[in-house]
């Protein structure tokens, strides 16, 4: 069955610290991977999706993803977290021929401090 | 992108009880989701919501538990019968535009259910 795994349950930066959230996915056909969070409070919004072209995505408020299908990863990054990034991450995956349900990972919670 | 709302937005319900979640689009969508966020844990899709048939449940997940209505599409509700606290979460709704091809999904802001 396809699957999507996150590596990091839960990671604590500081301020200015660069991230990068693991996200492997189980399949090797077609799929369209997606960055979701879910800031405190907050319902799911998306970062960043890629679909095809560049593997590089960029996304909402400065993060980015590669996209490397060698390696059946979409690791999110970002150069410089703030404190306002800290949430819930989500990596996600729609795979082909599946009506479009979206597969999850476990979440990555992401505390910045200050 | 859609604009998603989901009535009610909490309840505390007794175990036996049944509770019925209502989510309204503000536009016509093809494909419309409902997932379950257990407490601590990831998403999980509970089923699709076809408009005029039924809705086409994931494995684990079954109509007698978990039936679901889709009139129109704009709207969907979700029924959870004879919870139990097990059934404690946040269920989502979601719709799929479809606009981009790529199978995004915008995303209500959930019902937290506890049930004692």
């Known amino acids: 069955a396809q699957s999507v795994s996150q590596h990091n349950h839960h990671v604590i930066l500081s301020e200015a610290a660069s991230l990068e959230l693991g996200c492997n996915y189980s399949y090797g056909g077609t799929v369209n991977l997606f960055w979701y969070v879910q800031y405190p409070g907050q319902h799911l919004q998306l970062l960043l999706k890629y679909f095809s072209g560049d593997p590089l995505v960029k996304g909402i408020k400065g993060f980015e993803a590669e996209f490397i299908k060698s390696k059946f990863s979409f690791n999110l990054r970002k150069p410089s977290v703030q404190w306002s990034d800290t949430a819930e991450y989500f990596c996600a995956a729609s795979f082909y021929n599946q009506g479009g349900k979206l597969i999850f990972g476990q979440g990555t919670e992401l505390s910045v401090k200050p | 992108s859609a604009v998603i709302s989901q009535k009610p937005s909490r309840d505390i319900c007794q175990r036996g009880t049944s509770l019925t979640i209502q989510c309204q689009v503000d536009s016509q969508v093809t494909m419309m989701f409902w997932y379950r966020q257990q407490p601590g844990q990831s998403l999980t899709l509970i089923a699709t919501?076809?408009?005029?048939?039924?809705?086409?449940?994931e494995s684990g997940f079954v109509i007698d538990k978990f039936p679901i209505s889709r009139p129109n599409l704009t709207f969907s509700t979700l029924t959870v019968s004879n919870m139990s606290p097990e059934d404690s979460s946040i269920y989502l709704c979601?719709?799929?535009?479809?606009?981009?091809?790529?199978?995004?999904?915008?995303f209500g802001p959930g019902t937290r259910l506890t049930v004692l």
């Open positions: 919501a076809n408009q005029g048939s039924e809705a086409t449940y």
């Open positions: 979601s719709v799929e535009p479809g606009l981009a091809g790529d199978n995004e999904q915008f």
